[in-house]
């Protein structure tokens, strides 16, 4: 039984182009510390440098714009302290559906620093309202942070929109762009976006590789104090394999986009099919602009957690995003700030694939996930 796995949005598996590259790379050396002066050192630096100037280039940025870190958590928390340390204004505006990278730096400022935080609201379809935003940001606005899509839903923001608002009130953005890079079109410097954050693992790249990119690096404050390194801006030796091994992810990653058109297609049918068969299924974020990778479905009635140990038993990897505890599913954040109901919340199960999938494999998962329901519908779990 061929495996399949269906959860790129939590981490993607390292593509081929990385492993070749890491395979290589190991063979071949050099290794050093990249800060060394001695020329073993320097070739470190100037691969690592390389890989900064291609990522840079593949982001739309200069490469004075980008400080390589360990993921996007590490990034976003690069952002609020920057931002935030010592600032007289007090405002933190997020989105509801945020990550809780963001939510929880929002609330440790809050309840550390004094700040006050205003989540937005979001849309029935998973859309951030970007005239809530409208409504509340002001002179007191210290940092706005709306993610570009959300790894639950997939839903795409409008990020665009939101950039101007902020360019517009002199408000610093934060978007987090974890899972829009790599599957979509994005230009850094066209977005007017001032800090973006991108993690390797969620674009076929190592775990612990990423990036923050700011418009003006001037504005970042180290989270990791050091010796220097990244101008200063991220101390530690940096994790060079790591770096290089992102600009080859990418790479592959950006050249590859219209191999998306098909997994959008074959998804669309997916969904298509499923509901033809059980029109009472529920498709999260149906009406709004979609990763072309995520689905996410719910069955009222039926638990996410009993469709995914019957997928699992099918070889399929999927998640339910909703914490479960004692027996007691919870419905997800996101699908509360969005209005979802508990029956429909505790039954949500995320399909995500990727770059590296043939979209033939839906084609499985739907046969699987038409099994599941059949066979769960007799037994109702709730
Ligand atoms: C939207 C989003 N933001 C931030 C993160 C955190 O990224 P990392 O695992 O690189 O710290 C994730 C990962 O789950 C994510 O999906």
């Not at 039926?302 to 019957?310: D, F, L, N, S, T």
Request: glycine share 8%.
């Amino acid at each position: 039984m061929q495996e399949i796995y269906a959860d790129y949005n939590g981490s993607a598996p390292i593509c081929n182009e990385v492993k070749e590259y890491i395979i290589n790379r190991l063979n071949k050396g050099p290794f050093a510390n990249p800060n060394a002066t001695h020329h073993v050192g320097t070739r470190v630096k100037v691969a690592m440098e390389n890989a900064r100037s291609v990522c840079a280039k593949l982001l739309g940025a200069q490469m004075s714009q980008l400080v390589f870190n360990s993921g996007s958590t590490e990034g976003i928390s690069t952002v609020f302290q920057s931002v935030l340390l010592n600032n007289p204004k007090k405002k933190i505006i997020i989105s509801g559906i945020e990550h809780s990278a963001v939510t929880n730096n929002a609330l440790f400022y809050q309840e550390n620093h004094g700040h006050e935080v205003y989540t937005l609201q979001t849309k029935p379809n998973g859309i951030v309202d970007v005239e809530d935003l409208i409504n509340h940001i002001d002179e007191d606005t210290a940092l706005v942070a709306v993610m570009a899509a959300n790894n639950e839903t997939g839903v795409i923001q409008p990020y665009l929109d939101v950039a101007k608002i902020c360019q517009e009130k002199g408000v610093p953005f934060l978007c987090d762009t974890t899972q829009f890079v790599g599957k979509t079109e994005f230009n850094f410097a066209e977005s007017g976006i001032d800090y973006a954050v991108v993690a390797g693992h969620k674009i076929g790249g190592m775990t612990g590789s990423g990036l923050v990119l700011a418009k003006d690096p001037a504005t970042l404050k180290p989270l990791i104090i050091g010796g220097g390194q990244e101008k200063g801006l991220r101390g530690g030796t940096q994790n060079y394999l790591g770096n290089e091994t992102l600009a080859v992810a990418l790479t592959y990653a950006m050249n590859n986009l219209p191999k998306y058109e098909a997994i959008n297609t074959k998804r669309q049918q997916f969904e298509e099919n499923i509901k033809a068969k059980f029109p009472q299924i529920v498709i999260i974020g149906e009406d709004a602009p979609r990763l072309s990778s995520t689905s996410y479905l719910s069955m009222p009635g039926i638990h996410g957690q009993a469709v995914q140990m019957e997928l699992e038993s099918e070889g399929i990897y999927v998640t339910t995003s909703s914490a479960c505890s004692d027996n007691n599913p919870q419905t997800s954040k996101v699908l509360k700030a969005m209005g979802v109901t508990d029956d429909i919340g505790r039954g949500v199960v995320r399909i995500s694939l990727g770059l590296c999938n043939d979209p033939a494999l839906y084609d499985r998962i739907e046969s699987a996930l038409i099994n599941a329901y059949e066979k769960l519908s007799k037994i109702k779990s709730y």
